[in-house]
């Protein structure tokens, strides 16, 4: 079994940055892609950011330019850089990564931009 576990969510201002971390333990022999979902208050999960096995990064339109996905494969750990923040961006953010072939979840962590 495969445990995610997330930190770094909070509160914080317009303008400001946070750096979301979420780590794998457990099982694990290879992880592949690696992803950031947000999910809003009546809204649908959104994928925010992924990043492959070979650190191909993709973003979503709404989020490019302000947010950067890394990874640190020795410690199975994904980060969320989030700069420039706006009150759009509040949200449960949410990791997500494929081991072997098998997806597993975050429990996720709040991130809560005030204006």
């Known amino acids: 079994q495969v445990q995610l576990v997330e930190s770094g969510g909070g509160l914080v201002q317009a303008g400001g940055s946070l750096r979301l971390s979420c780590v794998a333990s457990g099982s694990i022999f290879s992880i592949n892609a690696m992803h950031w979902f947000r999910q809003a208050p009546g809204k649908q999960r959104e994928l925010v950011a992924a990043?492959?096995?070979?650190?191909?990064?993709t973003y979503a339109d709404s989020v490019k330019g302000r947010f950067t996905i890394s990874r640190d494969n020795a410690k199975n750990t994904v980060y969320l850089q989030m700069n420039s923040l706006k009150p759009e961006d509040t949200a449960v953010y949410y990791c997500?990564?494929?081991?072997?072939?098998?997806?597993?979840w975050g429990q996720g962590t709040q991130v809560t931009v005030s204006s």
């Open positions: 997500r990564m494929v081991v072997s072939t098998v997806p597993y």
């Open positions: 990043i492959t096995s070979g650190s191909i990064t």
